[in-house]
């Protein structure tokens, strides 16, 4: 079988590409502002979900709501335990057997996690239109590839 060189998919013409690089950037700007408060983005992610909770969670659920399997958000809750950011007991209702709540050093990051989110958000220069239907995007565009 040859492949027609003038059919062959270009670099620059690929999304995929494009998503990739965009979330790296993304991911590592707010690695290195979290950094200095200890935190790394996933545990970022966690404790957004966590204080938006009306107390503790079951961890599947907090696996849905982050949209990861949740294996591959145990040893972020594990590594947050261990940093007293969260805490996790029993739970016999959740499917993977945990609950999880924000823990008491949950509050004290507060502040620096908004800090932060202000300042990579205005490192965007999007006004919020702009923002709105990027996010509406990309949600559009995981749940065409889901």
């Known amino acids: 079988m040859t492949t027609d060189v003038a059919t062959t998919p270009r670099l620059d013409h690929q999304l995929c590409a494009d998503l990739v690089a965009a979330s790296r950037a993304v991911v590592t700007a707010y690695d290195a502002a979290l950094g200095r408060l ?9 404790l957004l979900a966590l204080w938006e909770a009306d107390g503790p969670v079951g ?3 907090l696996a849905d709501r982050l949209r990861l399997p949740v294996e591959q958000l145990q040893p972020t809750v594990r590594s947050m335990v261990v940093a007293r950011t969260a805490t996790r007991a029993p739970d016999a209702t959740d499917p993977a057997g945990w609950a999880v709540a924000p ?32 996010q509406e995007t990309l949600r559009s565009i995981t749940r065409a590839m889901s």
């Open 38 to 46: 200890g935190v790394d983005y996933p545990q970022y992610l966690a």
């Open 59 to 61: 961890i599947s659920h």
């Open 103 to 134: 823990g008491p050093r949950a509050e004290e990051l507060r502040a620096g996690v908004t800090q932060v989110h202000c300042d990579l958000k205005a490192r965007l220069a999007m006004d919020v239109l702009e923002f709105r239907e990027l």
